[in-house]
């Protein structure tokens, strides 16, 4: 049951599905998908309802964010509240006022209960909590602000995979690819409710560095239907605005591997418009995870960001946003030392296989000079409009162009060292996206409405030529007979609309919905393709206790292919020959998938959460990466399973000393390649066993733990993989690693320029490990070993100092 | 205050004695060295021996994805 309605599905039955969808949202009421809801009450001591007090919402910042009056029953809503953490805070005549801290999410209602003593009142004692208080989210949520991830090491230079890495159920890889719960990528970024298209590998997740990010919800599963296209994961950023007082940070980074990192971002408000901008420039002479950890060849990069978000209050009701961001990235393509050329002299000598009994890595001459170079801009416009209580509409258009090139310099790469009859490819694509959403969001009594839909075309085009050796000579080089090229153009309509409501009647909270997608590909030849799905999801959570809650959820998650990968592989290996049409015959994945928790607070100090999920898939997608490149192509097993089992626990032992922690099993495998077969050799062709996937790690656990003291801070994190998984047929993992990361940092408030200095360490014990052993295709990549940073920053600004840089 | 500005100091005069990098010169991991092949091991094998000059595809990369 890989598509569950007919590939030809058309139009007018998508739309009329929409149409009847919102139809029935707008009878009743409202939210956008990156916007939480707020729900309380404010009483006295005697817990008697106190109607008329000023309610306000600040910002942790301490910025006014909303105010209110609260009602006659002393109930008060705050809609469309952007993700973070908040002070609520209730002010009444003749009364003592009351505040509380929140986090708002997508996924959940913040609950507050706010009292307001009499100066009589014999006793009042409300103790604030030190950890947040249970999710009532159905699926896995959890939420860090730009406070909590600005005191991780490498600070505001952090990139948004690094972060994601350390929450339960992910995994890393090289290159910054993470892995959720046993999928391979499948991750949905998400800025301020707008989807992000794919990206050459996962440039635009890495060109997102904290600095940019206000606050991020990290969903690992049980995804509402609001949340397509997407198997595993979504990261839902709410990015930065400009604040009511102005804000700024000039900083430089330096260390090692001859590391420099120019940085700044300023924000500020003037009226009704207010602005963020920010940029920053990496230059290090080790760019890519190389294929081994010393000597490090041929692996110099450089990369580029700069952001920009615009905000236009027009009135209390309709509010204007522009962002737009821009990634540029070059490498040098590392060269494996530990790799031989073959000896001319000894003709019947090869190249050996490693303890795990893989295949030697494809050999590249010492002087090769391959490289890769992206370019992504993204921008998009929101119209966000709010109907009061009643509702709220967002309207979205974006564009994004994406470029990357890899160039092969074949004149080396198939010189006289190189293997007789290598081949090499200069490969270059250019993807446009441009699409948008469109969501609405109402409250109606117990119930929230959420619909929209979603719409995006590609068109995009590879450009490819291949050269092969000239083993006639001695010298070798490239055999221009044997040299071909040629385009590959693909155009895609990808289209999404749902529909979910969330129900909330006193201790159980339901959230059912149901969505359509449809992807609809043209290839050069003409040859079309269209894949839809329909899923419907459906999640329960349980307030057994006032602090423990209990969650379900089950649902059908699809996810298509991403087309303009689908001939990445067979045109950089060539193992599809340059005049052919590389078979476009890669499926979307359906997967059953459920999950069931517990979320408790044990102690006012201590949250403890344990999950158990699983999942079968038909028409399994898994990626295959590239050597030591970027670049990913898909294909499909016929079935895939998999299951794992996360704790984590949260931490608040004083106001300056808190941690977190996280462990994580797992194991997913796919039975049968279904697609893309030209990647595989006839005896993995014909294999029917459940193989496990390589980027499944056994065990992963995370601890981290921050001291804040006045304008000093200090983070330490630990991390411990059991290692991915290679060999043949990956019944084998990479040797385990133990990370230690930490950082220290302080504020010269009382010196001139007020400058902060933090100092980084990463993988402070020296681990040397690998991320992964390559096998076939997909090249070795070791992790960086010990290397310290030193930052210096200047603020721009007379903001308050927040102790770290 | 002073606490802390002691432990960064002491924190700076680590990362001096042990700055950045282990470089010690030698590869890690080792560097491969070449083995004799196995007349008998079947084609897709990584220790066949190489097929002769005229055998087109002979060098193509191992049709092994990785998965």
């Given at each position: 049951m890989p598509n569950i309605l007919s590939p030809h599905l058309t139009w007018v039955r998508m739309m009329i599905l929409l149409v009847i969808a919102t139809s029935w949202a707008t009878a009743r009421p409202a939210f956008a998908t990156v916007d939480g809801l707020i729900r309380g009450t404010v009483s006295d001591d005697l817990i008697q309802p106190i109607p008329g007090a000023t309610v306000t919402l600040r910002s942790s910042r301490g910025e006014v964010v909303r105010q209110e009056q609260s009602g006659a029953d002393g109930s008060f809503t705050f809609t469309g509240v952007p993700l973070g953490e908040y002070v609520v805070d209730a002010k009444v005549a003749g009364h003592l006022p009351?505040?509380?801290?929140?986090?708002?999410?997508?996924?959940?209602?913040?609950?507050?209960?706010?009292?307001?003593?009499?100066?009589?009142?014999?006793?009042?004692?409300?103790?604030e909590a030190g950890v947040a208080v249970p999710s009532r989210a159905a699926g896995s949520v959890s939420t860090l602000t730009r406070e909590a991830l600005k005191v991780l090491p490498k600070g505001e230079d952090l990139a948004i995979t690094e972060v994601v890495s350390t929450q339960a159920g992910f995994v890393q890889d090289a290159f910054g690819n993470v892995y959720a719960r046993g999928n391979h990528a499948n991750?949905?970024?998400?800025?301020?409710?707008?989807?992000?298209?794919?990206?050459?590998?996962?440039?635009?997740?890495?060109?997102?560095?904290?600095?940019?990010?206000?606050?991020?919800?990290?969903?690992?599963?049980?995804?509402?239907?609001?949340?397509?296209?997407?198997?595993?994961?979504?990261?839902?950023?709410?990015?930065?605005?400009?604040?009511?007082?102005?804000?700024?940070?000039?900083?430089?980074?330096?260390?090692?591997?001859?590391?420099?990192?120019?940085?700044?971002?300023?924000?500020?408000?003037?009226?009704?418009?207010?602005?963020?901008?920010?940029?920053s420039y990496l230059q290090s002479q080790r760019a890519l995870d190389p294929p081994a950890i010393t000597p490090i060849l041929h692996d110099d990069g450089s990369s580029g960001r700069a952001f920009f978000r615009a905000d236009w209050r027009h009135s209390d009701s309709d509010r204007f946003e522009l962002f737009a961001s821009y990634a540029h990235n070059f490498f040098q393509i590392p060269i494996d030392p530990t790799s031989v050329p073959l000896d001319p002299l000894r003709p019947n000598f090869v190249r050996p296989v490693d303890a795990f009994g893989n295949s030697a890595a494809s050999f590249f001459p010492a002087d090769t000079d391959a490289t890769e170079t992206e370019n992504e801009l993204f921008a998009a416009a929101s119209w966000v409009h709010s109907f009061g209580q009643r509702g709220r509409l967002q309207i979205a258009p974006y564009y994004k162009l994406s470029i990357g090139a890899l160039s092969a310099d074949a004149p080396h790469a198939l010189g006289a060292t190189a293997d007789p009859g290598s081949i090499a490819s200069d490969v270059s694509r250019r993807a446009d996206h441009i699409g948008g959403v469109v969501q609405y969001s109402a409250l109606s009594g117990k119930h929230q409405l959420k619909?929209?839909?979603q719409i995006?075309?590609?068109?995009?085009?590879?450009?490819?030529?291949?050269?092969?050796?000239?083993?006639?000579?001695?010298?070798?080089?490239?055999?221009?007979?044997?040299?071909?090229?040629?385009?590959?153009?693909?155009?895609?309509?990808?289209?999404?609309?749902?529909?979910?409501?969330?129900?909330?009647?006193?201790?159980?909270?339901?959230?059912?919905?149901?969505?359509?997608?449809?992807?609809?590909?043209?290839?050069?030849?003409?040859?079309?393709?269209?894949?839809?799905?329909?899923?419907?999801?459906?999640?329960?959570?349980?307030?057994?206790?006032?602090?423990?809650?209990?969650?379900?959820?089950?649902?059908?998650?699809?996810?298509?292919?991403?087309?303009?990968?689908?001939?990445?592989a067979a045109r950089l290996l060539g193992v599809v020959p340059a005049t052919m049409q590389v078979p476009y015959d890669v499926l979307p994945e359906?997967?059953?998938?459920?999950?069931?928790?517990?979320?408790?607070?044990?102690?006012?100090?201590l949250r403890l959460g344990l999950t158990g999920w699983g999942r079968y898939a038909f028409n399994q997608l898994d990626d295959v990466a590239i050597g030591s490149t970027n670049l990913i192509a898909n294909y499909n097993f016929q079935r895939g399973r998999a299951v794992g089992v996360e704790g984590k626990l949260e931490l608040a032992l004083s106001r300056g000393l808190s941690a977190f922690g996280n462990v994580s099993w797992e194991i997913a495998q796919g039975q049968g390649i279904a697609s893309a077969k030209y990647l595989f050799a006839d005896d993995q062709l014909a294999s029917q066993e459940w193989q496990t996937l390589d980027h499944v790690q056994t065990w992963t656990a995370n601890l981290g733990a921050t001291v804040q003291h006045g304008p000093a801070s200090f983070t330490a994190l630990v991390a411990y993989g059991s290692g991915l998984r290679t060999g043949p047929d990956n019944s084998q993992s990479v040797p385990q690693h133990v990370r230690v990361d930490a950082t220290l940092s302080y504020a010269f408030d009382t010196l001139p320029l007020r400058p902060r200095v933090a100092i980084d360490i990463i993988n402070l014990l020296d681990a040397h490990y690998a991320y992964r052993i390559g096998n076939g295709f997909v090249g070795s990549s070791y992790a960086a070993p010990r290397s310290v940073f030193l930052r210096i920053a200047v603020p721009l600004s007379r903001a308050p100092a927040g102790g770290t840089t | 205050m002073t606490r802390i500005?002691?432990?960064?100091?002491?924190?700076?005069?680590?990362?001096?004695?042990?700055?950045?990098t282990r470089e010690d010169g030698l590869p890690d991991p080792p560097r491969q060295e070449l083995v004799p092949c196995r007349a008998d091991a079947a084609s897709d094998d990584p220790l066949a021996c190489p097929a002769a000059p005229d055998d087109s595809g002979a060098a193509r990369p191992a049709a092994d994805a990785g998965m």
């Open positions: 009351g505040h509380q801290h929140l986090r708002v999410g997508s996924a959940e209602v913040a609950t507050a209960e706010l009292y307001c003593a009499r100066p009589d009142a014999r006793a009042i004692i409300v103790e991750v949905q970024y998400q800025i301020d409710g707008i989807p992000i298209p794919d990206s050459v590998g996962n440039l635009f997740a890495q060109a997102i560095p904290v600095r940019l990010i206000d606050s991020v919800e990290i969903l690992t599963g049980g995804l509402p239907a609001e949340f397509g296209n997407r198997l595993a994961a979504v990261v839902n950023i709410a990015s930065r605005s400009g604040g009511a007082a102005p804000d700024g940070l000039v900083q430089l980074r330096y260390g090692s591997f001859q590391t420099v990192e120019p940085s700044a971002y300023y924000s500020r408000s003037l009226g009704r418009f207010s602005f963020f901008i920010g940029g619909t929209g839909f995006d075309y590609l068109l995009s085009a590879t450009d490819f030529t291949q050269y092969v050796r000239n083993d006639a000579g001695a010298q070798g080089g490239i055999d221009p007979d044997k040299t071909a090229g040629g385009t590959d153009r693909t155009g895609a309509l990808l289209f999404g609309a749902y529909v979910q409501d969330r129900w909330d009647y006193g201790r159980i909270s339901i959230n059912l919905g149901v969505r359509v997608d449809e992807q609809h590909v043209t290839l050069t030849s003409g040859e079309t393709s269209d894949q839809a799905s329909l899923s419907p999801r459906i999640g329960a959570s349980l307030a057994l206790l006032n602090d423990l809650v209990g969650r379900l959820f089950f649902g059908l998650n699809w996810q298509p292919p991403s087309p303009l990968d689908a001939a990445n359906t997967a059953l998938y459920g999950e069931a928790g517990l979320d408790g607070r044990i102690v006012k100090r | 500005a002691a432990c960064l100091a002491g924190l700076l005069l680590l990362c001096g004695l042990g700055f950045c």
